[in-house]
């Protein structure tokens, strides 16, 4: 018979506030096979686990329960606990008296006590039905994969590799870089966007450990922390890297005009592109959806009658390498690596769903990141900042705050965290271009925590006389030339009304397309926007729940670009920290058969989603199912699928869930 | 009735999202009826009739499965086998005498904590009203 050693912990008052530790340690005391009891102020500090470790040795403890904080804090941490103390960790089982208990109960003490007893008889029954598991080693390979070429996932891919490890970063994409390589300047240095970009990009693409797969994207992963099997779509280009030079003479003559995406339709790109001069990799590609010869080709496959389309084929006939590669086609690549890093990135908030700003009917009404676009002297205007209307240059501009962020209305409660930034920026940037340019910032607050970020607004306030009103803008309309802008000051308390020339609209941060799905495919969690869930908000912010999957930038939240780096850099620390290990160690918390009781009906086959389990003749012919432990997650499907009682789940098996239910209420 | 019926409430939550989301609850200061006894399983999906019938049986008044939202199970699809297998189990619980109400699946995220303390409220609630079970708890070989 087991001796069990029942410890509740105070965790300061954040239990004992609540629960009556007395009562719950009295209690405790008469359930089955506890032979001793103890309390600690903090179970997890030192002295506690000290304590813990001391009791089971004195006592002859076998197994051990510890009324506590959730399992979800600290139950690896007091698994360590006893194995310290010589008792197998899994011979543990955490009562969560706090999360669960004492602070949703905080207003009936009584309650709180006796439910706080029955969570820990549920415990005690559920760890006499524990038995001792054995983790076991599994190899591991050593290469880690980024998704997302934008600053976050260059500064984890450069860091992984620089440590010496293969990476493959993965960008859907024609180059990497990102949105930051849309922006002009950055806040609050004012330096460059590309002069400090650029030279990372390059370095992505000549460094010897990181593999660059542009123009692809992530189709299927499989596997586990460790041993990911990950299929990969690499897109065809239609242009054979290997010749290509990056002459650009192919763009320049491809006679296809279509608005540009990355000056977001402020000016044109050919069929054939580059989406900007220092693209990296700085190959073409073909967009299939307007050239002309993939057209006349789709046409000719129709079989269709009348007049052919051109064959154009020009970028074919004037290239002087000979790069262009009708024949490349799509290719499907299957890559083992041992840790993810997610780093997806952002896009901005559809401001055309606002009606009151014309939604998108007003030229001169444009987004922030289309006035990086002006601003920028690689941009479509080459830095001249002028109306998309009729090329003037704007002398009133409005900046309106909060497009798509802190409006419940869209849906949108959080703050983008970097608009308030960005506005303060290209006020002080227009100011520079043009010093006749007034800019009036609309804003609810102003949010400026970075540091040097407040000096940072003072300065568009006071170098740049941007002028700040507090206050939401009601209706923008056209009159004339003029954008009539129509608010409110809420500090003067009465109505505003400006004509600008230009207005811009603050839109806001949300998840890039196709998040969601890449978060489901990876099986990692996401929040009602889209962005990936941390494993924990405030101890684990870059690694997602999954083992081995890890986060950065703003896949997680919006962020300005110190942050993103940062949690790169982060990330990739913690992939280093999977990788550089000699093995890997299982769960041991797997489905087991008991093979006399298994029929050989293979409904657990059908239930795993995992390819688990494996069938087996027996000495005496019988086909039953046994269970590969490597691929097992552990889920129990397979148990609650069976029809006899032959599968079982170590650590959740039947007989302990059913001893915990049978311990309610007696 | 009596006044002061608490209906006792067993919770089968699945570790990588309900159980995260009841923690949320607590993290968050949220309060809801002391009277549901929360079971951590690995998966929705882990929940079977054995368990469900132990639960009542026990005299429970109501069971609560709960699990990741469609699409977001950790182990990609224990939730639709946890669906398919709760409208099953509804029609076994009322062969055997108990409404169908008292079984309740939802789909709780990690992130949910607000949701899950509203969920637990507003269940307990409903089986307060509904009173306790019209079989004195002998259905499913109870012996209460
Ligand atoms: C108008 C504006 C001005 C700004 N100005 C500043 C500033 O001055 N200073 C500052 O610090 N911050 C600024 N920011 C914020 C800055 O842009 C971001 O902090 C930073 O660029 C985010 O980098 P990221 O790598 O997280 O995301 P991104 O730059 O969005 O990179 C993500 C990358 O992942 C790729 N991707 C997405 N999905 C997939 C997929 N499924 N598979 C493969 N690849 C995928 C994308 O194509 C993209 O290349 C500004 C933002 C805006 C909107
Ligand atoms: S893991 Fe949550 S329902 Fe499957």
């Known amino acids: ?666 | 009735m009596a006044l002061d019926y608490q209906p006792k409430i067993v919770g089968f939550l699945c570790n990588w999202c309900s159980y995260a989301g009841a923690d949320m609850a607590g993290t968050s200061r949220l309060t809801y009826p002391p009277n549901i006894r929360i079971i951590r399983v690995p998966c929705s999906g882990r929940v079977d009739a054995t368990l469900v019938t132990k639960c009542f049986q026990q005299g429970a008044d109501a069971v609560l499965v709960a699990g990741c939202h469609p699409g977001e199970c950790h182990y990609s699809e224990g939730n639709y086998h946890a669906r398919r297998r709760f409208t099953v189990l509804r029609e076994l619980l009322s062969f055997l005498g108990i409404e169908k109400d008292r079984l309740r699946l939802e789909w709780v995220s990690a992130a949910e904590g607000k949701k899950f303390s509203q969920l637990v409220s507003e269940f307990s609630a409903e089986i307060a009203h509904l009173g306790p079970r019209k079989d004195n708890g002998k259905a499913a070989g109870g012996s209460l």
């Open chain 1, 1 to 666: 018979m087991a001796r069990i050693g029942v410890f509740v912990c105070h965790c300061g008052s954040n239990i004992a506030g609540t629960v009556n530790i007395a009562q719950v340690m009295a209690a405790a005391q008469t359930m089955p096979l506890v032979t001793f009891v103890a309390d600690n102020k903090y179970s997890c500090s030192e002295i506690g686990q000290t304590a813990i470790r001391e009791a089971i040795l004195k006592q002859k403890l076998e197994r051990v329960v510890i009324a506590a904080c959730s399992p979800q804090m600290h139950e690896a941490t007091f698994r360590k606990t006893v194995a310290q103390a010589g008792l197998n960790p899994y011979l543990l089982e955490i009562a969560n008296i706090r999360e669960h208990c004492s602070w949703v109960h905080s207003n009936d003490k009584a309650a709180a006590t006796k439910k706080a007893i029955e969570l820990v008889k549920m415990a005690v029954a559920k760890v006499a039905r524990h038995e001792a598991l054995f983790t076991k080693e599994i190899g591991l390979t050593k290469k880690a994969l980024v998704i997302g070429g934008g600053i976050s996932g260059i500064q984890a891919a450069l860091d992984m590799a620089n440590a010496g490890y293969p990476v493959i970063l993965v960008e859907r994409e024609p180059t990497i870089g990102g949105r930051m390589a849309q922006l002009d300047k950055t806040f609050p240095t004012l330096d460059c966007s590309s002069c400090i970009l650029t030279p990372k990009m390059v370095e992505v693409a000549q460094h010897p450990n990181i593999t660059l797969l542009t123009y692809a994207e992530v189709k299927s992963v499989r596997g586990f922390v460790g041993n990911f099997e990950v299929e990969i779509l690499q897109r065809a280009r239609k242009v054979d890297a290997s010749k290509c030079t990056s002459c650009g003479i192919c763009w320049q003559k491809c006679p296809e005009k279509i608005p540009a995406e990355f000056n977001l339709g402020l000016g044109p790109r050919a069929a054939i592109y580059t989406p900007f001069p220092q693209a990296v990799p700085n190959i073409p590609s073909i967009d299939l959806a307007h050239c002309r010869y993939i057209k006349y080709q789709e046409f000719v496959a129709r079989g269709e009658e009348g007049k052919k389309p051109p064959q154009c084929r020009i970028c074919e006939r004037l290239c002087p390498p000979q790069a262009i590669d009708w024949e490349q086609s799509d290719q499907v690549l299957v890559e083992k690596v041992g840790a993810i890093v997610v780093a997806t990135g952002y896009q901005t908030f559809d401001h055309t769903r606002y009606g009151e700003f014309g939604a998108g009917r007003y030229p001169d009404v444009i987004t922030g990141i289309q006035l990086e676009r002006l601003l920028s002297a690689s941009g479509p205007t080459e830095g001249e900042v002028v109306r998309p209307s009729d090329g003037t240059h704007p002398k009133t501009v409005v900046f309106v705050s909060c497009v798509g962020s802190r409006d419940e209305r869209m849906g949108r409660a959080y703050c983008s965290n970097v608009c308030c930034m960005y506005m303060a920026k290209q006020a002080i940037l227009l100011k520079e271009h043009d010093p006749e340019v007034q800019s009036y910032i609309f804003y609810i607050d102003i949010r400026a925590g970075g540091k040097g970020y407040e000096e940072f607004i003072r300065r568009a306030q006071e170098e740049a006389r941007a002028i700040y009103l507090r206050g939401r803008i009601s209706h923008i309309y056209q009159d004339g030339k003029k954008l009539i802008v129509r608010g409110e000051d809420s500090l003067l308390g009465r109505p505003v009304e400006i004509a600008a020339d230009l207005v811009v609209l603050a839109t806001g941060i949300e998840p890039s397309a196709g998040a969601k799905e890449l978060a489901q495919s990876l099986n990692i969690s996401y929040d009602a926007h889209g962005f990936m869930v941390e494993a924990h908000p405030k101890l684990r912010p870059v690694e997602s729940r999954t083992e081995g999957i890890f986060l950065a930038g703003t896949a997680i939240a919006p962020n300005d670009i110190p942050g993103c780096v940062a949690q790169g850099s982060a990330a990739a620390v913690k992939a280093l920290a999977v990788l550089s290990r000699p093995s890997l160690v299982s769960d041991p918390m797997v489905a087991i058969v008991d093979p006399l009781r298994c029929t050989g009906c293979f409904a657990c086959q059908r239930a795993c989603a995992f390819n688990a389990i494996d069938s087996q003749v027996t000495r005496d012919g019988k086909t039953i199912a046994v269970v590969n432990e490597s691929l097992c997650k552990g889920c129990g499907l397979c148990v609650s699928a069976c029809r006899g009682v032959a599968m079982n789940l170590k650590g959740f098996s039947q007989q302990q869930l059913l001893a915990e239910v049978n311990a309610l209420w007696r």
